[in-house]
């Protein structure tokens, strides 16, 4: 099967036309010792029909979010997605568009970015965001990045409450860009206060805290902030899970200077983890320092005047000011902001506060059920969201091995990343699972204790 | 023209949704007992308040207002603006692909894991690489990946003091971007005036000068002229032998499917744009995807997890104690993914080398047809793309590459890449893929053609374009001299 219309017989009416007899003539610059005189060892080609058959049964092995009823979140979290939303967002026009250097036909897409902007601006409750970057984690790099400046060689501080994956991610940035990281601990399951504020010192570049954290406890950020702004340090949150918006505080109530973090939940797929949409919201003071695309709003040259939306800011990035920009980055997730633009418009102010209280009070009754099966019982005493964790008695693996055959998808085990937290789970509950799939898992380990 | 169309915060009315929400079905508690007063939000998020007919027209009016490849001819260069098949994306959005999340059990995922792991050799075998890690997540990301795993390797062997990335004057701009972020010091390369590919001469200048200290070479080969360097043998063997790695930006690599493979030209790592060559959407500016290939050397250094297999079925094996570390959460951009193995599945090993012949053919074809109204820059053979100038029209009339870009989009068609590669002067960069049929390509011509008439006769009609376009010209620099980058309740409306 093929995309290329043009026949052979096209092929040689064209190669004629340029006075050539054979493809082959172009192949010319190539130099015979590294060209591949072989077929490539690939799969021979699939019709459509055949494909679809193969693809289908590679889908059909696994598990899905539809087939099982599931309580993961650890950063990615499972939000119902409106009918109207993925009908708009696969409309052609923007998905088989590039990044609009021409505005006068990307209209479309500047204007939606720009909404996507605007709307970030509006659940965090700061003054400018960009367009989009990879994922939360590297939205938190590209924060600390920003903090500590080019060439800088700052500090970079950073709760254990911070998803060990981000984490991960900007110890691996800061070896080859040569800044420091330091962890801060957790005391009962939040930032240990104490320790951070020995930890933030005046060369500090930034301070990071996750709200809600990894734990899903609720961490308090007014009493993290002056610690974080004693020094000249850029205090920045991480948000994993943007429905906690609806309810908590946001990052511009309590003084934070830069938020950022994940937004794929909104309107689009889990898709097995990616393509994501990072985001990175700030005050008004960092503009010019902000990484990646920025859609500004202008008028016409001339004519009308009328209202458009252009790419701008653009000397910060990659393609004008090359190895003194401010971030690599180019292309981004514009489809994926495009998604979650629809989504928050289709919830609207209502249903956004909505989705907020139903994940939380939907997680609060799932935490007084399980923390009742004997065996079970909760690790931290403190807030949550969404998500919080528990201690099993049953080892994680061999609990979670009877759950999927039950149908349902446990907890993360936190045995993964913090090697202390052996034996506990971090359950998350959103508005997807009912009342009944919580009182199925429910029986499910009262079954495994028994 | 049409006018503006409102913004959506501009429309609906109080009271006003579209989505509802499932029902509360628990048993509830006082906000207040469950989170601490200072932490709870005390406004409500000031989000439009729309109904759903409104938001149906609002975001299908702005998709009218955009334009795609579905729309018409989208000669952007080294964006390589193919067809995207239909078929990828309803395999995408199958739900045992769509609808996992990242953290399920292996056991729960073994379809998804197979079809990274057979990806992954798919990959492998059409770079000419030993493994390939899918994680990151664009190109640019790519490039990065691979400069960490370059410096890691120097680094294991006693040469991080290595500190310089040499990088043609043509090169993309993420490449020295890159460099930057890696914590390397870019060093620019000459291009050939000739060839169109390196400066051997300049090249052996900064080897011997900088003996020592060059990490690595970052090269796209075709280049961003759309030349393929024929001295490719020649500069591997010079910068191995002065202790450097080959770096392969694949932002080109639609010229080379089964013709050539980076790793047998001699390079080390190699990106792969799968949004380009592999045809997966571009969304308007994303998602991307993209993959790095390493020769075996720079195996223990790749990010983790990689997957595996065993007899009990496919895994996510972690990474080594050499490991650079991770450089996004979870695996990659698997929804990109999936349509990239559905597109290599589709060609197979004999379609895919007559998707590389037909770009190049159609490239050369459009260089051919052009020469007769437009300076060619390099007027060689070329591969995927060629640069056309309009240094005649300004010469003549003072029409610019910006005018002619503008006015293509008065006939159905998006622009070429313009003023870039930034060595050439009034650029402009054609990649007409191989999915275009030969009427697009000559309708092409012959608006290009009407263009540089127009400019001889008419100038003003171009140096005005676009005509038709839902907006005319737009003043960037009143965008950043003023940046208005949100919409603010009471913002004056200036349509």
């Known amino acids: 099967m093929s995309y290329i219309p043009n026949t052979p017989a096209d092929q040689q009416a064209m190669l004629e036309r340029m006075g050539l007899s054979s493809l082959e003539a172009l192949l010319a610059p190539v130099p015979e010792p590294v060209r591949l005189r072989r077929p490539l060892d690939l799969p021979p080609a699939l019709a459509e029909p055949d494909l679809k058959r193969l693809l289908m049964g590679m889908a059909g092995k696994n598990n899905d979010l539809d087939s099982m009823i599931s309580f993961l979140g650890a950063g ?35 204007q939606a970015i720009y909404e996507f902007q605007t709307m970030v601006c509006q659940i965090t409750g700061l003054d400018i965001a960009n367009a989009s970057l990879y994922d939360g984690a590297t939205a938190l790099v590209e ?24 984490r991960r991610v900007l110890h691996t940035y800061a070896h080859a860009r040569v800044f420091s990281v330091t962890e801060v601990p957790l005391s009962n399951g939040l930032t240990d206060l104490a320790a951070l504020n020995e930890a933030v010192t005046a060369s500090t570049a930034a301070v990071v805290v996750q709200q809600p954290n990894f734990f899903g406890s609720i961490e308090d950020m ?120 629809i989504f928050l418009a289709a919830l609207g102010k209502q249903g956004f506060r909505e989705l907020g209280e139903l994940c939380l009070q939907k997680a609060h009754y799932a935490y007084l059920q399980i923390t009742s099966v004997p065996g079970f019982e909760a690790v931290f005493a403190t807030p949550f969201y969404d998500e919080f964790v528990v201690r099993s008695r049953v080892p994680v693996a061999q609990l979670q091995h009877q759950l999927v055959q039950a149908g349902i998808i446990g907890g993360y085990d936190l045995g993964r990343a913090y090697p202390e937290m052996e034996n506990c789970l971090l359950f998350c509950v959103t508005e997807t699972r009912t009342k009944d799939d919580i009182d199925i898992l429910i029986n499910a380990l009262r079954e495994v204790q028994a | 023209m049409s006018s503006a169309e409102q913004l959506i915060f501009e429309k609906g009315a109080p009271g006003r949704r579209a989505a509802t929400m499932t029902a509360m079905d628990v048993p509830t508690q006082p906000l207040e007992s469950m989170i601490p007063p200072n932490m709870l939000r005390k406004e409500a998020a000031p989000l439009p308040e729309v109904s759903e007919i409104e938001v149906v027209r609002h975001y299908t009016h702005l998709s009218q207002r955009n334009f795609g490849v579905d729309t018409g001819f989208y000669p952007l260069g080294s964006c390589t603006m193919k067809y995207n098949p239909k078929l990828n994306e309803d395999m995408a959005a199958l739900p045992g692909f769509a609808r996992l999340h990242p953290m399920q059990p292996d056991e729960t995922v073994q379809g998804a894991i197979q079809l990274i792991y057979e990806l992954e050799h798919y990959l492998a075998e059409i770079s000419g690489m030993e493994r390939v890690t899918l994680q990151p997540s664009a190109g640019a990301h790519g490039e990065l990946t691979g400069l960490m795993l370059i410096k890691a390797y120097h680094e294991s062997q006693g040469q991080g003091h290595r500190n310089l990335v040499l990088i043609p004057d043509n090169a993309h701009g993420t490449n020295p971007a890159s460099a930057t972020l ?36 970052m090269m796209t080969n075709p280049n961003t002229l759309g030349l393929f360097d024929s001295n490719i043998v020649a500069i591997a063997n010079m910068v191995h032998e002065a202790g450097g790695q080959l770096y392969y930006d694949g932002a080109n690599a639609n010229a080379v499917l089964g013709i050539t493979r980076p790793g047998d030209m001699g390079f080390d790592v190699v990106h792969f744009n799968l949004h380009k060559t592999c045809s997966t959407p571009h969304g308007g500016g994303g998602p991307g995807s993209g993959p790095i290939g390493v020769k075996s050397h720079l195996v223990p250094f790749l990010p983790g997890p990689l997957p595996a297999k065993s007899e009990q079925g496919y895994y996510w094996q972690d990474a080594g104690p050499q490991s650079i570390g991770k450089m996004r959460a979870n695996n990659g951009n698997f929804g990109v993914l999936v349509r990239a193995y559905t597109y290599i599945r ?113 100038p003003e009609i171009v140096k005005t374009a676009p005509h038709t376009t839902p907006v005319g010209r737009l003043d960037q620099a009143l965008a950043a001299r003023k940046p208005n980058l949100r919409w603010t309740p009471g913002q004056e409306a200036t349509h």
């Open chain 2, 182 to 217: 890696a914590d390397y010091k870019a060093v620019e390369v000459k291009t050939d005036p000739a060839t169109g590919g390196i400066e051997m001469a300049h090249l052996r200048a900064l080897l011997d000068a900088y003996a020592g200290d060059v990490a690595a070479i």
């Open chain 1, 222 to 341: 007014s009493a993290i902030e002056p610690i974080a702004h004693k020094g000249k340090a850029v205090f920045v949150a991480a948000i994993t899970e943007p429905a906690s918006l609806g309810i908590l505080a946001a990052p511009g109530d309590y003084n934070a200077d830069i938020a950022v973090g994940e937004l794929m939940s909104f309107g689009n797929p889990l898709s097995y983890g990616g393509p994501a949409l990072g985001f990175m919201a700030s005050k008004q003071k960092y503009m010019r320092l902000l990484p990646g695309r920025l859609v500004g709003q202008t008028i016409e040259e001339g004519g009308e005047r009328h209202t458009g939306y252009v790419l701008t800011l653009q000397t910060r990035e990659q393609h004008i000011r090359r190895e003194r920009a401010t971030s690599n980055i180019c292309t981004n997730q514009s489809l994926l902001a495009v998604g979650a633009t």
């Open chain 2, 346 to 458: 589709t060609y197979g090993p004999d379609g895919l080398l007559h998707v590389a012949q037909s770009a190049i053919l159609n490239a050369n074809y459009v260089k051919h047809e052009l020469a007769a109204d437009y300076e060619i820059a390099y007027p060689l053979t070329c591969q995927h793309e060629f640069i056309a100038t309009a240094e005649r029209q300004k010469e003549e009339s003072g029409v610019t590459a910006l005018d002619i870009a503008k006015r293509i989009l008065d006939f159905g068609m998006y622009a070429p890449t313009i003023y870039f590669p930034l060595i050439v002067h009034e650029a402009m960069m054609i990649e007409p893929t191989e999915t275009e049929t030969r009427e697009t390509l000559d309708y092409f011509v012959s608006v290009m053609h009407q263009i540089a008439e127009e400019s001889r006769t008419n």
């Open chain 1, 76 to 110: 990615l979290y499972d939000h119902a997605i409106p009918s109207v939303v993925s009908h708009l967002q696969r409309r052609s026009e923007f998905v088989t568009s590039y990044t609009p250097y021409q505005p006068e036909v990307s209209q479309g897409m500047l």
């Open chain 1, 143 to 166: 924060a600390a990045l920003l903090a500590v400046g080019p060439g800088g060689r700052g500090e970079v501080v950073i709760s254990q409450g911070v998803d060990p994956q981000y």
